[in-house]
């Protein structure tokens, strides 16, 4: 559903969600889940889902400060890629090459 390996979320309460700037346009993706994003450039900023009511599951990308935010669960490994178990032992690059 969201076309990678993982991504990188934080849950927030609806009443405490403030859009800055610009206007989100919607897509419902499945029964469960509605996909919010940038209606000019398409950068998504949160999924909700009647599961987890009064939600808001922003991704990562969109914060302007995620800094001090640090992963406390991880969800959703049943369709984990085997791979992922091995990044600790590939090569880092500070930057791309």
Known sequence: MNGSAFSTYVAVSGDDF???N????????SSHAEKNFCGQC??????????YAGLK???????DNSINLEPKIN???E????WLDKLPEITSLEQGP
């Open 42 to 51: 398409g950068t998504p900023i949160f999924n909700s889902n009647p599961k």
């Open 75 to 77: 969800i959703y490994c």
């Open 57 to 63: 599951i922003l991704h990562f990308g969109s914060l």
């Open 79 to 82: 369709s984990r890629l085997d």
């Open 18 to 20: 403030k859009l800055l």
């Open 22 to 29: 610009g206007k989100l346009k919607r897509h419902k993706v």
